[in-house]
C-alpha cells in the first residue's frame, strides 16, 4: 500500500453510500428542497434573478409540492405504497401555484440544474419523484469530483480531510437539493489548495498554479454569502510564490472580481428580499451599526445563543436529517471525534507547517464562523429577539478543516489510515440506517434510541401558541385518530396549566367508530402534572393499527377537576383527525399523541 490513493477510495465511498441516501430520503426531507427546486424550475425556464419568473406571471408545478415531505402536517412514515403514488406524479399544466423562492444564491449553482429541469421536466414530462432523483444526483456529483480535487492536491492531511467530507451532516447536504453540495466541496478545495501552495518550498507559482488560484478565488465569489471570508486564507500563500509583479496582480485582481461578483448580487437580490425581512421586523441597517455603536449588545446575543446551543449545534455540525426532525445515533456523535482523533495519528507525511501558518490557518477558520454570527445577528435576526436567530450547525461544518489543521502531525506510532477511513465508513452507514428507519419504518426513528414512539408528529410544535380547553364539571373533549402504529399502548395530551387539588377525577374513554369501548381510564387529580404531557396508560397494549378510534375525556358527572386546562392548537396541526368539544366540531386539534411499543420485529408486520 505504498501508493495509497485517499481520493479514490474516499470518493468511491461517498458516492455509494450517497447513492443510497439520495433514494431513501423523501422528497422534499432536505433542508429547504422545495425553495431551491422552485429556483431551478425557474431558472430552467430562462430567469436567473429569483422571483423574476413569479413577477412575471409565472407560476410553479403544484406536483412538487404534492409530495413534498416538508408539506405533510404530521411527518408520515413513507411506505411501498406512498412511493407508488408518488412515482405516477407528472408536472399538470393545469395545476400551477404562486409560491416565491428563498434561494437568492448566485445562478451558477443552480445552472446544471436548471438544464436537467428543462429537459427531463418541462420537455420529456418524466414524474416529479424522477427529477428530485435526477437534481440530488447531480448535487452529488458535484461533491464527489470537489472532494476528489481537493484530495488529489492536498500535500498531507488526506486522511483528516477524508473522515471530515464522509461526515454525516456533509453526506445529508450533499445528496441533498441545495446550494450546500457546490458550497461544502468548494470551500474543502479551495483550502487544500491554499494549504498546497503555504506547504510548497518552490519559488514562485507555474502557469497552471496561477490559473488554478484565480479560477478558485473566483468561484468563492459566487457560493454563499459568508463563504467569501475564505478569501483570507490568501494570506497564507508564502511570498516566495507570489514572486513576480504578474502573479500578485493576477490575485489581486482576481480578489475584486470575486468581491465584486458576490456583493454585487447581494445589491441586486437585496431588492427582492427586504421587503419580506421589513415584515418581520428585521432591519439590516439598524443591525449593522449597533454592531459599532453598541458592541455589548451583539455580545451580550452571542453568549446568549452560544450558552444555550452548543451541544444542538455540535450535532448539527455533525449530521442531522433536514430540518432536524431526526437526530443521528448517540454513538455517531461519541465516535465521530474518535475518527477524526485517529485520522491525525495516521498521517505520514511531513508536516510543513510553521507555527505562524498554523495559527493563521485556525484564525481564518475562527473568523468564519464569527461571521456566521454577524451575518445572521445582521440579517435574520429580529430587533426584538434575544439571541441570534436562523443560525444551524451545519453552517461550520465546511470550516470545520481550518479548525483540524493546527493539529496535523506525523506521528511516531502511525495508525493504518484503514482506521479512521473504516470508522467513518461505519458511521456513514449507521445515519443512512438511521434515517432509512425514521423515513421508512413504524417508530424507526425510536430503535435507535431510547425515545418513547410517539404519533403524530407535529411540525409546528411551540407550546407558547397553545389555547386553553377548561375542564369544567360539563366539558366533554372527543378527539378521533387514525392509529399509525402496532402496539398502543398510551394516550397523551398536554396540560396548559393546572393548579393542584385533592380527590379530583376525569375519566378517559376509547372507543370505536362503532361504539365499542376499548379502554375505560380514571385520571387522577394527584397525577396530574403543572404543565406538559399527561400520559395515561392503555394497558394492555393493543393491536390497532390504521384502525380508526376516537378518546373523550369526561367527568362522568363526578365533578371533574377544577382549573384543570388542557391545550388545544390554534390552528389545524393533525391532518388525519378533529376535536369535537360539548358537541361542537372545531377545526383546531386537541395537542395530544399516542405512544407505541413498536420495535424492530414490527418492520415486517
Known sequence: MKKQKPELLITLILFVIGIVLLLITPAGANFDEETYVARIWEMGLGYLLPNEHLQDGGS??????????????????????????????????QDFAKHE????????????????????????????????????????????VLIYLALKVLPFGK??????????????????????????????????????????????????????????????????????????????????????????LV???????????????????????????????????????????????????????????????????????????????????????????????????????????????ALVGLLNIGAIFVIFYVVETPLDYNGIWGIQGRYFTPFLPLLLIPFLFKSPLRLPPALPVALSTLLAVLSVGALFLAYHAICGATWFNQNTCSYPYYKNWDPSTFKAIKMDDKTVIKQ???????????????????????????????????????????????????SGWLVVDLSPVMYQRNQELFFSIQSKGQGGIPQLELAKFPTNEYSRGTIVINDRSYSQDLVFQYNCQDGISNLWR
Not at 408539506?71 to 413513507?78: A, C, K
Not at 455589548?296 to 445563543?305: G, I, R
Request: net charge neutral; aromatic share 12%.
Open 60 to 93: 410553479f408545478p403544484n406536483a412538487f409540492l404534492k409530495i413534498s415531505y416538508r408539506r405533510q402536517l404530521n411527518l408520515p412514515v413513507i411506505n411501498m405504497d406512498i412511493l407508488r403514488e408518488q412515482i405516477k406524479e407528472k408536472i399538470d399544466w
Open 101 to 144: 423562492t428563498r434561494a437568492g444564491y448566485f445562478p451558477t449553482l443552480f445552472i446544471f440544474q436548471a438544464a436537467i429541469m428543462r429537459v427531463f421536466g418541462a420537455h420529456f414530462h418524466l414524474p416529479v419523484l424522477i427529477i428530485y432523483y435526477l437534481l440530488r444526483f447531480s448535487y452529488l456529483l458535484i461533491y464527489c
Open 159 to 248: 486522511w483528516l480531510f477524508g473522515v471530515l467530507a464522509l461526515a454525516p451532516m456533509c453526506l445529508v447536504q450533499a445528496t441533498s437539493i441545495s446550494a450546500d453540495p457546490p458550497a461544502f466541496g468548494m470551500a474543502f478545495l479551495f483550502t487544500a489548495w491554499i494549504l498546497k501552495l503555504a506547504a510548497d518550498p518552490q519559488p514562485g507559482m507555474t502557469k497552471k498554479e496561477l490559473l488554478v488560484t484565480s479560477l478558485l478565488i473566483l468561484a468563492i465569489g459566487t457560493l454563499k454569502t459568508n463563504m467569501i471570508f475564505l478569501l483570507a486564507l490568501l494570506l497564507l500563500i508564502p511570498l516566495r510564490k507570489l514572486d513576480s509583479v504578474k502573479s500578485r
Open 251 to 361: 490575485v489581486l485582481f482576481s480578489v475584486l472580481a470575486s468581491l465584486a461578483l458576490a456583493f454585487g448580487w447581494i445589491m441586486i437580490t437585496a431588492q427582492v428580499f427586504n421587503t419580506e425581512r421589513a415584515d418581520l421586523g428585521i432591519n439590516p441597517g439598524a443591525r449593522l451599526l449597533s454592531i459599532f455603536t453598541d458592541p455589548l449588545e451583539f455580545l451580550k446575543n452571542l453568549a446568549v445563543t452560544l450558552s444555550g446551543r452548543m451541544a444542538i449545534f455540535y450535532k448539527q455540525a455533525v449530521g442531522v436529517s433536514g430540518y432536524g426532525y431526526w437526530l443521528m445515533p448517540r454513538l455517531v456523535y461519541w465516535l465521530f471525534p474518535v475518527a477524526v482523533l485517529l485520522a491525525l495519528f495516521s498521517e505520514d507525511k511531513k508536516i510543513t507547517l510553521s507555527t505562524g501558518q498554523r495559527i493563521l490557518f
Open 480 to 530: 378521533d385518530l387514525v392509529v399509525e402504529c402496532n402496539d398502543l399502548s398510551q394516550i397523551q395530551v398536554w396540560v396548559k396549566s393546572f393548579q393542584p387539588v385533592e380527590g379530583g377525577q376525569e375519566f378517559l374513554i376509547l372507543e370505536t367508530p362503532e361504539g365499542e369501548i376499548l379502554r375505560d381510564v380514571a385520571i387522577n387529580s394527584e397525577d396530574i402534572p403543572t
